[in-house]
């Protein structure tokens, strides 16, 4: 059977997008061996804040969690920072420089910043490591990370012919999407949980009250009667697309239902609380339950150690070492 390995970034507190993006469908069309990690190694590349970013990465374990996934299907990837470090290490000596600073996400990153961190040009191969070590065959990407999985290919292939089988070959993949939510201030961009400015983000984590101002306050177009039209009207058609994905409606179905603007909005406030009403009180559940949550997060974490360990010492053993 193929395992499918799908990452999350702790780089902010999980919003709407991300749950209805992935998550959500994470849960309802993942298959029995899909795989689950909250990147917090990856959230280094760039100035982070410590205590901030442990804090999230536990908060996105919990919310993973109470969406559904299984928690034997997830883990925290820095509870695997001893193994990752060495596979990633074994990896760069099967890596040419060129090949890394070759990464278009790389070079745009990197463009103009001073003071770049060298994980910002490793961190394509620590993805290669992330992906080797469970013996993934296939990671769900978009566009954006695909040369990444293009490059754990080529690093897999080499070093299987050059020292021994040791690693699957993995392939990108189309990931499992629901709707593409886009920031309710800002409807030209998607949402994002590092957006500094959070009155067009709903989080996961928000209170009711909260996510209803925030929709009232979505902005939309100066004309009055919603209809689904992504391209003219990007605001009014992101609820649309917001309410369908929280009905099991079609956006066009959404917009024939409702005879305004103001009525959109408390109809998509009213499918989004709903909606994430459940994961949220469980999420709060778990955070109060720190035994819970640390009983489920070792067992994914000695699941997935154990995954790689066998893979980890052919590798070592085969490039010369241990
Ligand atoms: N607005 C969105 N609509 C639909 N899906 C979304 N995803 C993210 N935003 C939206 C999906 O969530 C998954 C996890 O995302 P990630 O952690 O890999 O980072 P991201 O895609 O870059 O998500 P963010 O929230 O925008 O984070 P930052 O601000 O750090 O860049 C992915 O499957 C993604 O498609």
Redesign the pocket.
């Known amino acids: 059977t193929s395992i499918r390995l799908s990452?999350?970034?702790p780089?902010?507190h999980a919003?709407l997008?991300?749950y209805?993006?992935?998550i959500s469908r994470w849960v309802t069309d993942g298959g029995p061996e899909d795989l689950y990690f909250i990147s917090d190694l990856h959230a280094m590349t760039t100035t982070h804040n410590p205590a901030g970013l442990r804090s999230r990465a536990t908060e996105m374990l919990a919310v993973l969690v109470a969406a559904g996934i299984p928690p034997e299907h997830v883990f925290v990837q820095s509870d695997l920072a001893r193994e990752l470090g060495a596979l990633t290490w074994i990896l760069e000596c099967t890596c040419s420089y060129g090949e890394a600073a070759r990464m278009i996400q790389f070079k745009e990153k990197a463009a103009g910043q001073a003071g770049v961190r060298l994980s910002l040009l490793t961190y394509p191969v620590l993805m290669a490591a992330d992906i080797l070590l469970q013996g993934a065959s296939e990671v769900p990407v978009?566009e954006d990370q695909s040369q990444h999985v293009e490059l754990a290919r080529v690093l897999a292939r080499r070093f299987n012919s050059t020292y021994g089988e040791v690693f699957t070959v993995p392939r990108a993949v189309l990931?499992i999407?629901g709707?593409?939510?886009r920031d309710l201030a800002d409807p030209s961009r998607?949402?994002?949980?590092?957006?500094r400015d959070a009155v067009g983000v709903v989080f996961v984590l928000d209170e009711p009250d909260l996510i209803r101002r925030k929709i009232r306050r979505a902005v939309t177009d100066t004309q009055s009667t919603p209809a689904y039209e992504p391209e003219e009207r990007p605001g009014v058609s992101n609820l649309l697309e917001i309410l369908a994905a929280c009905t099991g409606t079609t956006p066009q179905e959404a917009a024939g239902q409702h005879a305004s603007y103001g009525a959109l909005k408390e109809a998509t406030a009213d499918a989004v609380i709903e909606t994430l009403r459940p994961v949220r009180e469980r999420t709060r559940e778990l955070l109060t339950d720190p035994a819970e949550l640390e009983r489920i997060r070792k067992a994914g974490a000695s699941r997935a150690a154990q995954r790689g360990e066998h893979r980890l010492q052919s590798a070592l053993r085969l490039i010369g070492a241990a």
């Open positions: 990452g999350i970034t780089s902010g919003q997008g991300n209805l993006g992935a978009g990931p999407t709707a593409r939510v998607k949402m994002s949980k590092s957006n």
